[in-house]
């Protein structure tokens, strides 16, 4: 079974070429995702006990939780130490369901890919891409974003460049879906012929 690990910085369009990904059949594992339902689970009393006021009602309030993280950046080590165990498990049971099914192919959807050192459990790295105007004009848009929080976020991501550089695959999103949809079709393509080869 071939692992790709998909990354990119905040508004290269990740989230969108994982759904091009499960479009061709592809089994995905959103980290995201995964820290969502945490948070509305199992790591909401955690993260409470950690961060007192940031979790009322057993659910994360991820906005209290950015506020006390921006103004404490120190405790971003602290909320790791509490999920990444937590999502590394989830990913440990996707990956095990999968090879029962027989799946030649699977994503690991990991936005710290290269940060948390992910990049060493996965086969190929496909690294998601576009010019850095596209990015902030994305990333500024969305609701309660502000440019204070965007530098925050970029300061913990490892730069674009590098990650361009340490990928097996880049896909360029800043052509438009039709070319992205493309560009993930050819390196499928490209993996399954590796995979009849081997």
Same mark, same amino acid.
């Given at each position: 079974?071939? /692992?790709?690990?998909?990354?990119?910085?905040?508004?290269?369009g990740?989230?969108?070429t994982?759904?091009m990904? $499960?479009a061709l059949?592809?089994?995905v594992?959103?980290? %995201?995702?995964?820290?969502? !339902? @945490?948070?509305?689970? !199992?790591?909401a009393?955690?993260?409470?006990? =950690?961060?007192?006021g940031?979790a009322?009602?057993?659910v994360v %309030?991820?906005a209290r939780?950015?506020?006390? @993280?921006?103004?404490?950046?120190?405790?971003?080590?602290? @909320?790791?130490?509490i999920?990444?165990?937590?999502?590394?498990?989830?990913?440990q049971? #996707?990956?095990?369901?999968a090879?029962?099914?027989g799946?030649?192919v699977?994503?690991?959807?990991?936005?710290l890919l290269f940060?948390?050192? =992910?990049? %060493?459990?996965?086969d190929?790295?496909v690294?998601?891409?576009?010019?850095?105007?596209?990015?902030?004009e994305?990333?500024l =848009?969305?609701p309660?974003?502000?440019a204070?929080? #965007? &530098?925050? /976020?970029?300061?913990? $991501?490892?730069p674009?460049?590098?990650k361009r550089?340490r990928?097996d695959?880049?896909?360029?999103?800043?052509?438009?879906l039709?070319? &992205?949809?493309?560009?993930?079709?050819?390196?499928v393509?490209?993996?399954?012929?590796?995979?009849?080869?081997?």
């Amino acid at each position: 079974m071939i /692992i790709i690990g998909l990354t990119g910085s905040i508004g290269m369009g990740k989230t969108t070429t994982s759904g091009m990904f $499960q479009a061709l059949g592809i089994p995905v594992n959103s980290a %995201d995702d995964v820290v969502h !339902e @945490l948070y509305r689970g !199992e790591a909401a009393p955690l993260i409470e006990a =950690a961060f007192p006021g940031t979790a009322p009602g057993g659910v994360v %309030d991820r906005a209290r939780l950015a506020e006390h @993280l921006i103004a404490v950046p120190g405790d971003f080590a602290r @909320l790791e130490a509490i999920i990444h165990p937590l999502v590394r498990a989830r990913e440990q049971e #996707f990956l095990a369901q999968a090879r029962s099914r027989g799946e030649p192919v699977v994503v690991l959807d990991i936005p710290l890919l290269f940060e948390t050192g =992910a990049a %060493d459990r996965v086969d190929v790295v496909v690294v998601v891409s576009c010019a850095p105007e596209i990015q902030r004009e994305r990333v500024l =848009a969305r609701p309660g974003m502000t440019a204070e929080k #965007f &530098a925050a /976020i970029l300061a913990r $991501q490892t730069p674009d460049s590098e990650k361009r550089a340490r990928a097996d695959y880049v896909i360029d999103t800043g052509k438009g879906l039709d070319a &992205a949809r493309q560009q993930v079709s050819d390196i499928v393509a490209g993996l399954a012929n590796r995979q009849k080869r081997s």
